[in-house]
T-cell receptor, first 113, second 109 residues
Framework: ETGVTQSPTHLIKTRGQQVTLRCSSQ?????VSWYQQALGQGPQFIFQYYREEENGRGNFPPRFSGLQFPNYSSELNVNALELDDSALYLC????????????FGEGSRLTVL | AQRVTQPEKLLSVFKGAPVELKCNYS??????LFWYVQYSRQRLQLLLRHISRESIKGFTADLNKGETSFHLKKPFAQEEDSAMYYC???????????FGTGTRLTVIP
């Protein structure tokens, strides 16, 4: 059974740039959620994708957007990067939208300069 | 608004001593509570959830609605329990979890 994989693991961008982060869900999981974890904080919900549509969103501006593909993999896109976007971005897959057990990837650490 | 509070950022106990990691939440409805754990160089993973009412790796947690708490307990700490622990809340009808800021537990040999 393949776990959740994320890429890239680390990246550095400058203010105003755009970034795309990728996530492959665990085998058999049809739901992907994205979380942002700032230093010293717990993960904060960005949004969830189920059946290739956004299925819930946290308190993040529209410049945070995403996609889910037919194979359940997902992308997180962030436009017009700001310094405060520097964080660890975690992808988590689950067996369904309401599943309490999330299976996390190792994260993509984004640094915005 | 929903909120999860873990008052201790750091907690150190000696091996064999009891350990309690505190978690308080604010939510007026019926919550689902979880404990997630991240061991060194591993990914975040579910430790236990209150609806299961089970003991995992010797840890238990009881939901106390009167005190709005979900403290994680273990009678005898082991060195392998050293990790980052996050308490998380899911509200009725929601698909996401609200996480606390985490407690780093260190078990001293």
């Amino acid at each position: 059974e393949t776990g959740v994989t994320q890429s890239p693991t680390h990246l550095i961008k400058t203010r105003g740039q755009q970034v795309t982060l990728r996530c492959s869900s665990q085998s058999g999981h049809n739901t992907v959620s994205w979380y942002q974890q700032a230093l010293g904080q717990g993960p904060q919900f960005i949004f969830q994708y189920y059946r290739e549509e956004e299925n819930g969103r946290g308190n993040f501006p529209p410049r945070f957007s995403g996609l889910q593909f037919p194979n359940y993999s997902s992308e997180l896109n962030v436009n017009a990067l700001e310094l405060d976007d520097s964080a660890l971005y975690l992808c988590a897959s689950s067996l369904g939208p309401g599943a309490g057990e999330l299976f996390f990837g190792e994260g993509s650490r984004l640094t915005v300069l | 608004a929903q909120r999860v509070t873990q008052p201790e950022k750091l907690l150190s106990v000696f091996k064999g001593a009891p350990v309690e990691l505190k978690c308080n939440y604010s939510y007026s409805g019926s919550p689902e509570l979880f404990w997630y754990v991240q061991y060194s160089r591993q990914r975040l993973q579910l430790l236990l959830r209150h609806i299961s009412r089970e003991s995992i790796k010797g840890f238990t947690a009881d939901l106390n609605k009167g005190e709005t708490s979900f403290h994680l307990k273990k009678p005898f700490a082991q060195e392998e329990d050293s990790a980052m622990y996050y308490c998380a809340l899911r509200v009725s009808g929601a698909n996401n979890l609200f996480f606390g800021t985490g407690t780093r537990l260190t078990v001293i040999p």
